[in-house]
C-alpha cells in the first residue's frame, strides 16, 4: 500500500508542476484551487508513503516521477523540445527511481 500511495503521490505531483504552468498562463481562483488540491493529495500520498519506506528513498522516488513525469507532460502537451538526449536523462531518472525501489 505504501508504494501504490508513493506512485499517487508521483502522479499528483505531476499535475502540480501542471496546475503551476496552467496558473501562470490564467490567473483565476479555479486555476489557483487546481493547483492547491494537486500539491495538497501529493504531500498527503507522500506522508502515506513515509510512514512505511524509509523518507530518502520515498522522497526521491517522488521527485524523480514528479520531474520526469512533468518533463513527460510538457513534451507531450506543451510543445516542449523532444530531444534525445532529453530523453535519456528522463530514462535515466526513471532508471534510478526503479534502483531505488529495487534495493529499498
Known amino acids: ?11 499528483f ?4 508542476v501542471t496546475s503551476i504552468y496552467k496558473f501562470n498562463k490564467v ?3 479555479q486555476s489557483l484551487i487546481l493547483l492547491l488540491v494537486t500539491f495538497g493529495a501529493s504531500l498527503l500520498f507522500l506522508s502515506f508513503a513515509i510512514k ?3 523518507m530518502g528513498t520515498a522522497y526521491a522516488i517522488w521527485t ?3 520531474a520526469s513525469g512533468g518533463a513527460l ?15 535519456v536523462l528522463i530514462a535515466m531518472v526513471i532508471g534510478a527511481a526503479i534502483g531505488l525501489k529495487l534495493v529499498s
Open 1 to 11: 500500500m505504501a508504494w501504490a500511495s508513493l506512485i499517487l503521490a508521483g502522479i
Open 52 to 54: 512505511i519506506l524509509p
Open 73 to 87: 507532460i510538457g513534451m507531450i502537451f506543451y510543445g516542449d523540445s523532444k530531444d534525445w538526449r532529453r530523453l
Open 13 to 16: 505531483e505531476m499535475l502540480g
Open 27 to 29: 490567473r483565476n481562483w
Open 64 to 66: 524523480g516521477i514528479g
